[in-house]
């Protein structure tokens, strides 16, 4: 039987080309699944999966829980706000509480980056990131890439473009590793200030007019402002973010092809990106989301078959 190269997802910098295939054949087989009338397989009956969030998230939670839910797993999920962390507790303490539970697998997001890995290697589960900080966020970038082939037929060859706030965004880091892995060529647009000095040192080409990278690329991803990390200004407002880096239907049809349009969510309305863009037949934001529980489906499955 096929296996991934690794007993942890902490990040796409961490797999192979050949562990992103098994993992989008073992989802095409889900997606299968939970498109049928009864969307659950009792694969993961004896596996006890933590979730644990130090961070708000509303999809990557929901898509995770639901992913696990119909491998049937046992779940328990918690939130940093209603813990003990707000009572001082270290984040190995609160770990090796749930573990003493006889828990398998843990899914974490956490608001540093490295915290994921710094657990994999002080507790004996298999651990899932669900983002670390500005760092990676590897299901969402498996869900994009995901989508992408499901669109286009492949991911090599195409051109991508992420727009936004590069700076602080795992969910960039983590498409740019995928997406060269698997052959794509990646661009990235958006302020100065948000574009990471290192960037062109993994191979991405920075454009700084939206409208030239959208006449380049096949696809557009375009970030939201992570507002919660900006320690400062970085542009001078949302006004003027947006008629530099929005997106809109205006320029969407002046483009003369049709390019993909995804957003990892959540969606800031009129800033990055027009409603009309995000409701059009050319975004994928919700095949991303319907995706996301197959490729979690895929990723907690192939990594709770090697923990028996
Ligand atoms: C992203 C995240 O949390 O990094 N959202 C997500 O997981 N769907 C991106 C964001 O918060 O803008």
């Known amino acids: 039987m096929k296996e991934l190269s690794v007993n942890h997802l902490l990040g796409i910098k961490y797999i192979n080309k050949h562990d992103i295939d098994l993992i989008f054949e073992t989802a095409d087989h889900f997606k299968e699944v939970i498109n049928r009338p009864i969307k659950k397989v009792p694969s993961l009956r004896d596996i006890t999966i933590a979730n644990i969030f130090f961070e708000n998230s509303t999809r990557t939670k929901l898509s995770f829980e639901l992913a696990q839910k119909r491998l049937s797993a046992d779940v328990i999920s918690f939130s940093a706000?209603?813990?003990?962390?707000?009572?001082?507790?270290?984040?190995?303490?609160?770990?090796?509480?749930?573990?003493?539970?006889?828990?398998?697998?843990?899914?974490?997001?956490?608001?540093?980056?490295?915290?994921?890995?710094?657990?994999?290697?002080?507790?004996?589960?298999?651990?899932?990131?669900?983002?670390d900080g500005a760092h990676e966020h590897p299901t969402q970038a498996l869900l994009d890439s995901y989508s992408i082939r499901e669109k286009l037929g492949d991911v090599a060859g195409k051109k991508v473009v992420i727009v936004g706030d590069i700076l602080h965004s795992r969910v960039a880091l983590s498409n740019i590793f995928a997406l060269q892995m698997q052959g794509a060529e990646v661009r990235v647009c958006g302020p100065k200030t948000l574009i990471p000095k290192y960037i062109e040192s993994l191979g991405v080409k920075v454009e700084s007019n939206l409208r030239k990278a959208l006449e380049w690329c096949d696809i557009a991803n375009m970030l939201r402002v992570q507002n919660e990390r900006l320690d400062f200004s970085y542009f001078p407002n949302t006004r003027e973010y947006s008629q530099q880096f929005g997106l809109t239907k205006e320029i969407l049809d002046s483009l003369d092809k049709e390019i993909v349009v995804m957003h990892p969510g959540p969606i800031n309305r009129g800033v990055e990106i027009t409603s009309d863009v995000a409701d059009s037949q050319q975004s994928v934001i919700l095949d991303q989301v319907e995706n996301g529980v197959a490729v979690r489906m895929a990723v907690t499955y192939l990594l709770a078959s090697k923990i028996k």
């Open 81 to 131: 706000a209603q813990s003990s962390v707000k009572k001082g507790e270290t984040l190995i303490d609160t770990v090796n509480n749930i573990l003493a539970m006889k828990v398998d697998m843990v899914v974490m997001r956490h608001s540093d980056a490295g915290a994921a890995h710094f657990l994999s290697k002080n507790v004996s589960a298999s651990i899932i990131n669900a983002g």
